[in-house]
């Protein structure tokens, strides 16, 4: 039987729709306090209404995981609101499935700065707080992209590789803090 995670702190970017809203759901009935960051404020409002009354609770907070400044006043926020920050699960992704020749540079940049970015961002924040206090979890959200190839998203694909390099890398330095960083290779899902 899994632990339950009354008093636990968790950030999840992207958390409005899809397997971030599904992930902010499971830690709410687990008892965590979830913050719930995302780019849209009505899904996650939306959510917040939803976990009302169950275990633990989801927070709705305005979140642009590839704007620095924001990553550090919702890192900053969830600290000074709840005290601590034990998870950070870095779910917020996008893609454009097109090919190589078709897809804008524009469109690339900004697919790498959600996904691959916006990760090493909110990590660079919550880091710092997570090794004061000699403990923390930091989930990052891969995909079977980041260990197989199709056509029509190179994009999505240089940035889940990346992810899942930049994972190991900052498990490496985090592990001597009591900081644990994992990588989720999530398949397709229907969100």
Not at 13 to 37: E, K, Y
Not at 123 to 131: D, E, G, T, Y
Not at 143 to 149: E, N
Request: proline share 3%; charged share 20%.
């Amino acid at each position: 039987m899994a632990e339950r995670l009354d008093g636990t702190v968790a950030l999840v970017t992207g958390g409005g729709r899809g397997l971030g809203a599904a992930i902010c759901r499971s830690l709410a009935d687990w008892g965590a306090t979830v913050v719930a960051g995302d780019v849209r404020s009505e899904p996650t409002e939306r959510l917040a209404g939803e976990a009302r009354g169950g275990a633990g609770r989801v927070i709705p907070l305005a979140l642009d995981v590839t704007d620095d400044a924001s990553a550090c006043a919702a890192v900053e926020r969830v600290c000074a609101e709840h005290g601590r920050l034990d998870v950070l699960v870095n779910n917020a992704g996008v893609d454009t499935t097109l090919s190589i020749e078709e897809l804008p540079v524009a469109e690339w940049d900004r697919i790498i700065a959600v996904n691959l970015r916006g990760p090493f961002v909110m990590a660079r924040h919550a880091l710092p707080v997570m090794k004061a206090q000699g403990s923390g979890n930091i989930v990052n959200i891969a995909s079977t992209a980041a260990k197989r190839a199709w056509a029509n998203a190179s994009a999505y694909h240089a940035s889940k590789w990346g992810l899942l390099g930049f994972s190991h890398a900052l498990h490496v330095e985090a592990r001597p803090h009591g900081v644990k960083v994992t990588a989720v290779v999530a398949g397709g899902m229907r969100t």
